[in-house]
Nanobody
Framework: QVQLVESGGGLVQAGGSLRLSCAAS??????MGWYRQAPGKQRELVAL???????NYADSVKERFSVSRDNAKNTVRLQMNILKPEDTAVYYC???????????WGQGTQVTVSS
């Protein structure tokens, strides 16, 4: 059974930093990363990283966020710096299975940035 367990998140002032972590189990994954969903908005891509280390970021977080992964431990992390109030959202860990076209999601973790 596939599980994605997130940790991190919380409340931080604008300009601060937070780090999210996600531990995946139960499968081998190709792309892993993070999406977010703010109240009243659709879920959107934040950052993705392939098993080979290629990354893709939303324009709104480039130069501020950094995604990394440890393939041996099946973990993915999101380092978020210079946080802004508009970064406030529920952040979801994401993973796509390597051998089957199936996507998996974590339960979500709240990130709140106060102005």
């Amino acid at each position: 059974q596939v599980q994605l367990v997130e940790s991190g998140g919380g409340l931080v002032q604008a300009g601060g930093s937070l780090r999210l972590s996600c531990a995946a189990s139960g499968n081998i994954f190709n792309n892993m990363g993070w999406y977010r969903q703010a109240p009243g908005k659709q879920r959107e891509l934040v950052a993705l990283i392939s098993s080979g280390g290629s990354t893709n970021y939303a324009d709104s977080v480039k130069e501020r966020f950094s995604v990394s992964r440890d393939n041996a431990k099946n973990t993915v992390r999101l380092q978020m710096n210079i946080l802004k109030p508009e970064d406030t959202a529920v952040y979801y860990c994401y993973a796509r299975a390597l051998f089957t076209p199936r996507d998996y999601w974590g339960q979500g973790t709240q990130v709140t940035v106060s102005s």
